[in-house]
């Protein structure tokens, strides 16, 4: 894959850090959900903690970017509960472009399965997450405490 393409995957990863750091700063909700919440993004389910709340400014809805000649169409929403727990999702299609595990492995660091999904750890600090490709498309979990990660990921 060449350096372009991997270039928007990075700034992917960035928009994604940038959203969760955002909802981190601004969120003041104490969440008042009584049991976990199934959401979808993109068609792919993720599980939602009890307690967690959506920042609803901060969703991405199918917002459409280009960089380097290369069209992508990310999806996310992001999730808070008090001041210092964060949660974001997202998803991103690049236009003539299958994403695969070596585009995962490239954003993440250290290989990680969570419920049975092989993927990435990475670290924005103070954050943390999982990268992984699915269907053709690269799907990155932010959080503010890694052990969030079994909560949220559905096989």
Not at 1 to 15: H, P, S, T, Y
Not at 30 to 50: L, Q, Y
Not at 141 to 151: Q, R
């Amino acid at each position: 894959m060449n350096r372009k393409i991997l270039a928007i995957f990075a700034l992917l990863i960035v928009a994604a850090s940038v959203g969760a750091v955002s909802a981190f700063s601004l969120s003041d909700l104490t969440g008042s959900g009584a049991s976990d919440e199934k959401v979808t993004i993109d068609g792919f389910d993720f599980n939602i903690p009890a307690g967690f709340e959506e920042e609803v400014p901060l969703a991405i809805n199918g917002d459409v970017n280009e960089s380097q000649g290369i069209q992508y169409t990310t999806w996310g929403k992001t999730f808070s509960k008090g001041s210092n727990e964060v949660i974001s999702i997202g998803v991103a299609t690049y236009d003539g472009v299958e994403v695969e595990d070596y585009v995962a492995e490239y954003v993440g660091g250290d290989k990680l399965s969570v419920n049975g999904v092989d993927g990435y750890e990475y670290n924005v600090s103070p954050f943390e997450g999982f990268v992984y490709a699915k269907e053709g498309k690269l799907v990155i979990i932010t959080v503010s405490d890694a052990s969030l990660l079994e909560d949220i990921v559905i096989a």
